[in-house]
């Protein structure tokens, strides 16, 4: 879409409830123009938030009146940073990656030092610690009156591998137009402490900023680990997704929680105020299924990835036809919220996997779209749905 304050190209996170969001906008930029050749708007995109950036932060969303923008979000300018890298690597623009680079230094610095929401890097570790009371930064962000349902403060694990991965954006892009980085010791420094959230078995979901870790079975270590700097080593990779597997996995997509654990909500529906409460705890998200995919991919896992996209591709012919349904129910697997309800980072990463890694994959054969994929796809996916229905009817 084209905006006029700022003036610039942004991404609808979702109709018919959401206007233009930060976080939406940059997860969704590699799957809707920078596989779609679009870099003149994947440039214009990045313009456009890189010119609203306030004290090292994007706006989480735009106000839909024009006047301003909220700007509690940790992870967006995080993803900012990803997104500017990656849209290098696919168009080769250097120049504006020399244009952009001193913004994001700036950007990087900000929360090195410290900056809103208690966001800044942790000096002992060089982690990013974020979070005060009453305020939601991470996707999980729901906030109902004065209750942050998923409030995930301290030290979140998809926001380490996203601080990593960001600091390590500033130092290959330096080198690409052949300037000196600037922070690579914040990078190693990181990378060298992102292992206090293994437990030894599995990954955290948080580790509190006293200390102690919160071992919440969510999609988060997974989004971590598929980014390019995060450390760990074959067998830490294979808990990950062996974890996400057993306990998360849908046909389409991901619980935001385990069904296993006793916060656990499975239906999606009903008043506002339930279906948020459910939002995070157990309702299903295809985007953080593209995690577990690259995970799959790099260990060479195609038909395990390509197993774990059918129930998309067929779900694409149903609820708003040729979308990806922002979210589903946990327990039955229905689309959830209105039916015209479509976020723009489930179908921008779904085009990610389809068109992406594993379209080039050299073991994959080339196959002719049928008809009507939904009925390949029911049969494709009797294992998940099978190993769906016995976790949550178990869960207790």
């Known amino acids: 879409m084209r905006r006029t304050n700022p003036a610039g190209t942004s991404v609808i996170a979702g109709y018919p409830w959401f206007a233009d ?29 890189l010119r609203s950036v306030r004290r090292g932060l994007i706006p989480n969303h735009f106000h839909e009146d024009g006047q301003g923008a909220g700007y509690n979000t940790v992870d967006g300018a995080l993803w900012l940073a990803v997104a500017l890298e990656r849209y290098v690597a696919a168009s080769g623009d250097l120049d504006f ?15 090195l030092r410290g900056t809103d929401h208690g966001v800044r890097s942790d ?6 610690l974020a979070g005060e009371a009453g305020v939601q930064l991470t996707w999980m962000d729901v906030k109902i009156e004065d209750w942050v349902v998923t409030p995930r403060h301290g030290k979140p694990v998809e926001i380490q591998g996203l601080w990593i991965a960001a600091l390590g954006a500033e130092k290959r892009l330096s080198e690409a137009v052949g300037e ?14 992102f292992g206090q959230l293994w437990d030894g078995q599995a990954w955290a979901d948080v580790l509190d900023a006293d200390g102690p ?3 919440s079975v969510r999609p988060n270590a997974a989004i971590a680990l598929a980014l390019p700097d995060t450390p760990a080593t074959p067998e830490q990779v294979e808990a990950a997704v062996r974890q996400t597997e057993t306990e998360l996995l849908t046909p389409l997509g991901l619980h935001t929680l385990s069904p296993r654990d006793p916060r656990y909500r499975g239906n999606y529906g009903g008043p506002q105020v339930l279906r948020d409460a459910a939002y ?23 038909a395990q990835a390509r197993a774990a996209l059918t129930g998309l591709s ?28 479509r976020g723009a980072w489930p179908s921008c990463c ?28 029911f049969r494709s996916t009797n294992t998940l749905m099978a190993r769906h229905a016995n976790l949550t009817s178990t869960r207790h």
Do not use: N
């Open 213 to 215: 870790l919160d071992l």
């Open 350 to 377: 779904a085009a990610m996997c389809w068109s992406g890694r594993l379209k080039r994959s050299r073991q994959l054969p080339k196959t002719k779209m049928k008809t009507c994929p939904r009925t390949d796809s």
């Open 280 to 302: 995070h705890q157990g309702t299903v998200w295809p985007w953080p299924l593209t995690a577990y995919l690259e995970l799959l991919l790099s260990r060479g896992e195609v």
């Open 314 to 341: 067929g779900h694409v012919w149903e609820a708003g036809v040729g979308h990806v349904s922002e979210v589903f129910s946990g327990d039955t697997l229905t689309p959830g919220a209105a039916p015209s309800r």
């Open 21 to 49: 969001w930060g976080r939406d906008a940059m997860i969704s930029l590699t799957g809707l123009t920078l596989l779609t050749g679009r870099f003149a708007e994947a440039r214009d995109l990045l313009d456009t938030f």
């Open 97 to 111: 990656a020399r244009k952009a680079l001193p913004q994001l230094r700036e950007l990087l610095i900000w929360h």
């Open 180 to 193: 000196q980085p600037e922070l690579t010791e914040a990078w190693a420094q990181a990378r060298g402490s």
């Open 123 to 128: 000096a002992s570790d060089g982690l990013l």
